[in-house]
């Protein structure tokens, strides 16, 4: 019995180590968004006590309004800025979009809101350090024996 919970074990290691191995950076940026999308409806949930569906209106409508933010800035902004000053610029109008959109969904105060627009990133920034520690350990080639 116990050798088979050992071979049916390994053989578990063994696809998820495939699955690993064959996600490729697609599969990882579709996990890490959904992993990011959680973290932000979680976030909101216990910063501003909201109901989940409200805490995944914000999950949803403050990235995308970021993603234009990213885009206009790019596309107006990028031959004139340095890269250092688009970063910066980029990331205060983030905190902004992020505070605002707080502010409008929640009806939450601007000091609440921007603990969520600081807190927030930092957790994401958690889950994709883990998420790229943890591909990358078991992307690599290793050889399990079954016996």
Known sequence: MTKYIVKSYLALINRFEAFAKN????????????????????CAAFIFDAP??????DAFIEPVMNGFW???????FAEILGKITLTIVYTIG?????????????SATVNLAAI???VEPII??????????FYGAHSQKREVSYE
Do not use: M, P, Q
Request: proline fraction near 0%; hydrophobic fraction near 65%; glycine fraction near 6%.
């Open 94 to 106: 983030h905190i902004f979009i992020a505070t605002t959109c707080a502010v409008i969904i929640f």
């Open 70 to 76: 990213f885009y206009a800035l790019h596309k107006v």
């Open 124 to 133: 994401n920034a958690f889950w994709f350090y883990f998420l790229h520690s």
């Open 52 to 57: 989940l569906n409200l805490a995944a209106i």
């Open 116 to 118: 969520d627009a600081f």
């Open 23 to 42: 996600l490729g950076s697609f599969g990882l940026a579709v996990i890490y968004t959904i992993g990011h999308i959680w973290i932000a409806i979680l």
